[in-house]
Each structure stands twice: as structure tokens, then as C-alpha cells.
């Protein structure tokens, strides 16, 4: 117990001393990072890496996973719904790890380790010692939105990294005035927006927290527009393919808020927020919030407060999902901690330091099944409904027996042998005429990631992405269709004939029952069609 800080007597410094390196050299104060707490943040690192390669290979691929494998495949500077780099990180996995699930989700599962020494970095920065690093480090690595993140393939899995390292270096010109460190935040913030493009609410916030702050003064400097100018030259290849292609992100944004997205109010979109980091995680936060927007010694950065307080009223205003605002968290849990860790030294209350872990570890465990593929699918379904997860939802579609995460990993090969079995009935001078057309990109994804195997064409669909990709080849004089309507396919064919129906009882009932019909004597052609097909959402 003494190498985690606990339960060991340690020189008392003066609270928040601000940075280590102030006190190197003093005869009465031992700088433990510089001679054994260095270990502790990676061995945190390491088990978060750890806890995701065990699990990350279970259930099945996400709905999603399937799709940035397909836009690997299609390289470009943008897509319909999503910023490049994903589909780049995509390629290069399926590169270097095959198509195995445990591949797809390396980088994932390594960037949640990423996610933790840079968390000990903010608590080294802010003057935080053993008792700070464990405590932080131990939040970031069992909140709950955060092994979600860490044990799938997507930019969300990433994003912390890119807001983090953009924080960090704010942290570090505020205390050391090296203006050059703008040119840095520059080149990560445009890396950022590449990964998600929500890394430019943050860097919107980040702005105006500058201007209400002391710090304003940072924008006088000729290094901090240099920097923004680095940023938008990274995101411009970007910002012209959305120029070119009608600004589709923007589309689909406005078209997913006002069909799919299930919209809460602001008290409730902040009282959710503590599911995210975890209710027993969430007073840390608090106090990390309360260092730089109160406490005196955190004035230095109050900044950093203040970019919390505006990229929060930005997601309110324009109605983001719970989620959006998770990758902020980790700096408020570090500064938490130093906070904490300075109160107990004060007090010389040693006994708090387990007082405090030990739940938070147990809550933690509690909490994992929700966020993590652990348990049977019946045992998930029962635990799920348990604690009612069912209440805190960001889409309007229901998600069945699991709580959504899991049931948009149910069946997807199970589609695709269906539509396997329903393509080889086909009589053999037919099969090269034929496409496969389906609902959405999922099922798309599914049949371009495992339908190879099975001699299937590529796919295609009016969804997102797939529209831009256009029919291919394909003429339409013979189209197996995966999931669409009836209703929807009657205006483009005069034969139209059920061979299958898809059942899955785990998959959200959008997955199930899906019919797969064959469709001939087409009334335009496919290309003519197309459209018509378009779905943007």
C-alpha cells in the first residue's frame, strides 16, 4: 500500500506548489515522480490497455466498425459523416492485424493508455504527487464512457488524446510563456479536427476562455495565430472536400437532430453527464472544475475552467448527444485529484486516501458491465435492465433486449451468410448481373467486410458514404436487396420476390426480421435510380 501513496507517511509539501520543478534541489522535499512515481501511471496505463485487449474481442464488430472498414477502402479527404483520419487509422489496422475484431481495436485500446499517462501529466504539471496520480489515473480508467471508447474501433476512441494534448500545451505556455507551443497546439488541433470535428467546439471554447480570462493576453502574441493558421491549413483538404460535396456533414447533422437524436434538457444533459464519468467519480470532477474556476491557486489557468463552462453551453445550444462532451473530463479528474490529495495532506487524514479508492474501484466494477462486453448475452440483458439503462438513451430507436452498444454488434456474419445463401439460389448466368443493395451502411459494411470471403460483390446503398459511391457497376437488372421495404423498392421494379427473412433476436429491432427480397425487371436504371435512394442520417 505505501507505493500507491496510501496508509504511508510522505513530507508535506505547501498545497498546490504548482510544479515539481520548482521544488527540485530543496534539502527537506523528496520528488518522488523523479525517483519511483514514474512507474505508477504506466503501470495504470498498461492495465487499461490490458482491460480492453481481454474484453475487446468479444460479442461481435459494432455497426460502425464496419463502416470505417469500408472508408478505409475508399480514401478521401472526407465523408458524409465523419472526418478523414478514421478511415486512414482503419486501413492502416486492417494492414497490419488482418480483418480480426482484436486488430480493428488495437489502436482503440492503446489510445485508453495514451489517455492515462497524459492525466498524470496534468497531475505532475499541477504540482499533484502518488496519492494524485493513482486517484486520477484510477478515474480515468474506470469510468464508465471511457471503457465504452477504449474497447471499440472509433473516433471517440481518440478524440481525449487530441483535446488533452491541446490542454496540456494551453497549461504549459500559460506557465512557462513559450509562445512557440502554439505552433504545436496548432498542429494538434488540426490533426484533431481531422479525427472528429468536434474538436472545433473545443477549440472554440478553448478561444473564448482566453477572452474572459486574464489570459487574453495569449492573443496578443504573434505565435498563438500562427498556430491557428497551422490548424486550418491541416483542416483545409477537409473544408474544400466539404465545399465540393454541398457540405453533407452539415446535412446529416441537421438531419439526424431532427429525426434521430433523442434530445433531453439541459438539466438533464448535465445530470447525465455524472453516468458518464461515474457518480463516485464525478466529485472529483467537481473539485477539478472548482481549481480553476475558483480556488486561488488555480488562477494561473482559470482558463481551463472556463473552456469547460463554453464547450458545455455549445453542446446545449446545438443540442450535441450526452457523449460529445466526454474527452474534456480527463483534466478536471487530474486537477480533482491534486485538489483532494492536498486537502488529506492538510488534514493528515491518511485514512481518506482507501476511504476514497476503495469505492471508487468498487463502483467501478459495478459499472463495467454496462461499458464493457463481460457478461452472457442473457446475464447482459438482465444486469441492463437492472440498473435501467433503458432511461438514458441518444437515439430515438429502440435497442431491444441490450442496452445499444451491444445490440448493434449482434449478427452482422449471420446477415451475411443469409444473403450468401440467398445470392448462390441465384442461377449462375445470373450472379454477375446481380448487386446487393441494402438499407444502411451497417449491413453494407457487413457484406464488404465478410462478403469477400463468400464470393459476394461489393455493396451498395443510398446511406451516407454509399451514396457518394454510387452503384458501381452495377446496372440494377438484378438486385438482392437487405433490409429495405417493400414499399421503398415498388417504384423501381415489376418483380419483386421475398427469398429470406432475417431473424435475430439480440440485434436492435432495426436488425431484426429483415426481409431480403429479389428484385428483376427493373423500371430505370440503377444509375437513373439512384437518386432517388439517397438517405442522409
Known sequence: MGFLGIGKTQTTVPAFPGHVAALRGHPSIRISWLEQDYVIPFCLAFAACFVHFLFNGQYGFFRDELYYAACGQHLAWGYVDQAPLIAVIARISRTVFGDSLRGLRFFPAIASGMMVLLTAWFVRELGGRRFAQVLAGTAVLICPIYLTMGNFFSMNAFEPIFWMLCAAIGLRI???????????FGLVAGIGILNKHSMLFFGCGFVLALLVTRERRLLREPMIWAGG????????????WELRNHWPTIEILLNVDGSKNEHVSWLAFIAQQALLVHPLGTPICLAGLYFFLVSREGQPYRFLGWTYIFVLLEFLIFRGRIYYLAPIYPIYFAAGAVVLETLIERRDAGWAKPAILIPLLVGGLVAAPLALPILPLDAAASYAHFWDVERVRVEREPSGKLPQLFADMMGWPQQVDAVTTVFESLPAEDRPKAAILTKNYGQAGAIDYFGPAHGLPPAISGHNNYFLWGPRQSTGEIVVSVGMPIEEL?????NIELAATIHNGY???????????????????????????????
Not at 500559460?174 to 504545436?184: F, N, V, Y
Not at 493558421?229 to 483545409?236: R, V
Not at 415498388?490 to 415489376?494: A, M, Q, S, V, W
Open 229 to 240: 493558421l497551422i490548424s486550418f491549413a491541416i483542416f483545409l483538404p477537409n473544408f474544400i
Open 507 to 537: 440485434a436492435i429491432p432495426e436488425e431484426d426480421n429483415l426481409p431480403i427480397y429479389i428484385c428483376r425487371k427493373p423500371r430505370m436504371s440503377l444509375r437513373e435510380t439512384w437518386p432517388r435512394l439517397k438517405f442522409y442520417g
Open 174 to 184: 500559460a506557465r512557462t510563456g513559450k509562445q512557440r507551443l502554439w505552433l504545436l
Open 490 to 494: 415498388r417504384p423501381f421494379f415489376d
